[in-house]
């Protein structure tokens, strides 16, 4: 009989809504670039399915933890480096109460407003793993001190009085046609070392963040360069063609396509008319003339 661990990496199967995309722009890697721009998930962002020869009839084939990102052209067009940050979706609350539940008066938790949430939050539970975050009063964010969802449930508000006494205090209970949703937390109860000392679970008014928790964020480094190894060969070893009588040099790629033109020239010395520079600078306007099929069926046709 053997004994050991057993466990596995699960794949996240997130829903794209549930994402949020990043991105920053640097020339090089000596320029700071600390602004990040938002994309739109659904643009960018799709989802893979399992081989069709695999697929099952009437059921979702998605492969998990596999997606495809696109790198549209209207934002991802200069060269040098981006950033691109994907991350659990973040959502901005303010905690509208902490209380207890009418029926367990020891289970303390966090109230929210459902109408702040996505009408697929506000179901029971659905905000259950979820991660927050609090932020202070002068809009810093309370550092390294996290919380996560236990439980949520719709409550209501009800008033009920504080043991034998004449005293009345806001409690809640579970009611599904309610606007409120009651969040249980962890940690939320004291240690047996400190029984007095509740662990702080956030105060009413309070901005918190929450996000989900289903996958760990992810930065991509991202290098847009001018040049392929393959566009680099073919101005290595490709075709060319020199124009002797206007000086133009002229690469192509594999299909004879121009790359890139160059103005060849001399620089000679006034006076003794000797050469001093041989000059290869490089046109900005292609002159399409060098196409090098009629180049060079104009010179078999001679």
């Known amino acids: 009989m053997s004994v050991g661990n057993f466990g596995n990496i699960r794949p996240s199967d997130v829903n794209i809504n549930d994402i949020d995309i990043f991105y920053n722009f640097t020339p090089n890697r000596e320029t ?9 998930t659904t643009e960018v ?29 209207t934002i991802f067009n200069q060269t040098g480096f981006y950033n691109i940050y994907i ?34 939050l506000t179901e029971n539970n659905a905000l259950q793993g979820y991660r927050i975050e ?18 949520s449930n719709k409550v209501i ?11 009345r205090t806001v409690r809640y209970r579970f009611d599904d046609s309610g606007s409120l949703i009651f969040l249980q937390v962890t940690p939320s109860s004291s240690s047996s070392l400190k029984p007095n000392e509740l662990p702080f679970i956030g105060v009413a008014g309070q901005n918190i963040k929450m996000s989900n928790t289903f996958f760990n964020p992810i930065l991509l480094e991202v290098e847009m360069v001018e040049n392929t190894i393959d ?7 490709g075709e060319q ?7 133009i040099f002229t690469n192509y790629d594999g299909d004879r396509n ?14 003794s008319n000797t050469s001093l520079y041989e000059v290869k600078e490089r046109r900005e306007n292609i002159d399409n003339s060098q196409d090098f099929n009629e180049v060079t069926d104009s010179i078999e046709s001679q």
């Open 258 to 271: 121009i790359l890139r033109q160059f103005d060849l020239y001399e620089i000679k010395d006034d006076t």
């Open 45 to 73: 962002l799709s989802e893979l399915e399992v081989p069709v020869d695999e697929q099952i009839s009437g059921r979702e084939n998605i492969l998990e933890g596999m997606y495809d990102l696109k790198l549209p052209a």
């Open 157 to 167: 508000p009800v008033t009920e009085n504080v043991g034998n006494t004449s005293q």
């Open 231 to 237: 566009s680099v060969i073919d101005y290595v070893a």
């Open 241 to 247: 063609i020199k124009d002797v009588d206007n000086g």
């Open 32 to 40: 700071e670039s600390t602004e990040f721009f938002r994309i739109n």
């Open 87 to 120: 991350k659990p979706k973040t959502i901005n609350l303010e905690i509208t109460d902490c209380g207890v539940l009418s029926a367990l008066p020891t289970v303390k938790g966090i109230i929210i407003d459902a109408n702040d949430l996505d009408v697929e």
């Open 134 to 151: 609090y932020i202070n009063d002068d809009g810093t964010k309370l550092r390294n001190v996290v919380r996560y969802v236990v439980t």
